[in-house]
């Protein structure tokens, strides 16, 4: 597939050092809208949106953060804890407001599955269905997600 | 045929060599805005080439506005009003913005280029902000993930700050960081010695600016940062105070508390300390050692799960459930709270349920 020169843009900023440390590409060749387009093929094989997952971490999120501090147990399913640093980074997708520096650790009690996602995970998943490159330290598999999160629809799989 | 192709070529040359040359004498002829003035605040007038940024421009000045990205207009810190000459709102501009923001002529400075006179208005604080050069003198170790920086000013030597601001610290190309970039850190020394500054700095996995601290910062490097910044220093009023940090937010605790032991105060002040784990106490014997200096002073840590091993004597829980206990006078309470954002809410709330007034709790408020 031919880039744009907005995704040439996004490639750009989602490089190490220019918004994260590592970038959003990881080892990823693909250009950014095969990265996207391969991981939606998942998401549809699995009859699941990418607004469905980022609605449900936002809820693990926004669960985890009136503990005060430390973990917290969430329906019975979750320990889930979320991390915040002071700060605010862009969206790489030019793309309007700020996300906070946040890392929410997330395991499944009964399967023992542990993931982290970051604000900007959330953010990216749910406007861009952006779940980033392979090898990318915050890279979620769209597969252990669903598995995690909605882990009846995984048996459809 | 030789003549000829040599003809050809020599043609060719000419053509392109007029074309390169009409394209620079186009471009310089575009690009040449001439003289230009930036007027700050009805109150200093820069003249200045036209052509570079207005953040640029500004800084060339000697005038800091806030910038944590370089000027890749990526982080939005850099905002400003421009009233005249800053020309149509870029794309690159939008997605920072509000719609508030927008209509009320807030701008980017980065990404605004100075092509005529210009009118902007930024806060006075910002024209006490200067760049400054230094060498880390000391590194420390205060827990597993946090260490001390102290900064001994080099260019200029000296500088003047009040107790609670921040700084913006220069993160260099280093490893994969392919450009500056900037974050801020409390200062958490006494204003009265003003040719070192000290910073507490907590790393963050997958952080910039903390990976670059903690993993590749040495005693004797050269080091560059802007500011003061920032409006969290205490009120010099005769209220009680309280202040409630957690993590690296002790930084400008302790700033003000050194300020205080070396002006003198009569204030009764109490100073709860959130950490998880004995392990991420540090800097308990220097904090209880105020409770010698001052008259009515008490450090209190607060453990929220203390390892059994640790055989914690203190208190545990979290930190709200103590106010009711030491806020004896909630109307004549002032509140400076350092942490992070989750925090800083949790706190917030139980202070106001107790009766501290809304606009008697401090806090830097960029979330
Ligand atoms: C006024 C103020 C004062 C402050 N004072 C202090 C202080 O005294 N001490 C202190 O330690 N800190 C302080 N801070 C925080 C500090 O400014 C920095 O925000 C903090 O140190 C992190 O910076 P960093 O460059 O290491 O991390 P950054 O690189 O800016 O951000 C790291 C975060 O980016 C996200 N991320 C990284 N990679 C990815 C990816 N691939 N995908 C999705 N998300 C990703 C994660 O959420 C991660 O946590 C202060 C902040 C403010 C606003
Ligand atoms: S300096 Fe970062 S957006 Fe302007
Ligand atoms: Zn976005």
């Known amino acids: 597939m031919k880039q744009t020169p907005q995704e040439l843009l996004v490639t750009q900023r989602m490089q190490p050092g220019v918004i994260t440390l590592s970038g959003f590409l990881g080892i990823d060749q693909r250009p950014l809208n095969e990265i996207i387009a391969d991981d939606a093929q998942t998401l549809l094989r699995l009859d699941i949106t990418a607004p469905e997952i980022a609605e449900r971490m936002q809820y693990l999120t926004d669960q985890s953060q009136q503990a005060y501090e430390g973990g917290i147990i969430i329906d019975g399913s979750y320990e889930v804890e979320t991390e915040i640093t002071r700060g605010k980074l862009p969206c790489p997708f030019l793309h309007r407001g700020l996300q906070r520096k946040t890392v929410t650790t997330c395991t499944h009690l009964t399967t023992g599955i542990t993931i982290r996602w970051t604000a900007l995970n959330i953010h990216m998943i749910k406007e861009h269905g952006f779940f980033e490159g392979k090898g990318s330290p915050f890279r979620l598999e769209p597969g252990t997600l669903i598995k995690v999160l909605f882990p009846d629809a995984a048996h459809r799989s | ?367």
């Open chain 2, 1 to 367: 045929m030789f003549v000829s192709i040599i003809q050809d070529i020599g043609i060719t040359s000419l053509v392109s060599g007029g074309l390169a040359l009409i394209l620079v004498i186009a471009q310089r002829y575009l690009n040449d805005y001439g003289d230009c003035k930036i007027d700050i605040n009805g109150k200093r007038l820069i003249t200045l080439k036209g052509g570079s940024s207005l953040l640029n421009a500004l800084s060339e000045n000697q005038i800091f506005i806030p910038s944590a990205c370089g000027g890749k207009g990526s982080c939005g810190t850099c905002k400003c009003q421009v009233l005249e000459g800053g020309g149509p709102l870029l794309p690159t501009e939008k997605p920072l913005l509000t719609t508030k923001e927008m209509t009320g002529n807030v701008r980017l400075a980065c990404q605004i280029k100075v092509k005529s006179d210009v009118r902007i208005h930024i806060p006075e604080s910002i024209f006490n902000i200067r760049r400054f050069q230094g060498v880390v003198s000391k590194i420390e170790d205060y827990t597993y993930d946090i260490k001390g920086v102290i900064i001994t000013l080099t260019e200029p030597e000296t500088i003047d700050f009040k107790a609670g601001q921040y700084v913006q610290l220069e993160t260099p190309i280093y490893a994969k960081v392919r450009q500056k970039v900037g974050r801020a850190y409390s200062i958490s020394s006494d204003p009265g010695n003003d040719r070192q500054i000290q910073l507490i700095i907590r790393y963050v996995p997958e952080g910039i600016c903390t990976t670059w601290v903690h993993q590749y910062l040495n005693e004797g490097d050269q080091i560059s940062f802007t500011g003061p910044y920032g409006d969290f220093f205490i009120r010099d009023t005769s209220a009680d105070m309280i202040f409630v940090a957690g993590g690296s937010g002790k930084a400008p605790i302790k700033s003000i508390l050194e300020y205080l032991s070396r002006v003198g105060t009569t204030r009764r002040m109490r100073y709860l300390f959130g950490a998880r784990t004995c392990k991420d106490l540090y800097l308990t014997g220097e904090m209880h050692a105020f409770e010698q200096v001052f008259d009515d002073f008490e450090y209190i840590p607060v453990l929220s799960k203390p390892c059994p091993e640790e055989n914690w004597q203190g208190r545990i829980g979290y930190v709200m459930p103590v106010f009711p206990e030491l806020i004896t006078d909630p109307a004549n309470t002032e509140a400076y709270l350092c942490g992070s954002p989750a925090m800083i809410e949790s706190v917030k709330k139980a202070l106001i349920e107790l009766g501290v007034p809304k606009d008697r709790i401090y806090y830097d408020s960029f979330g």
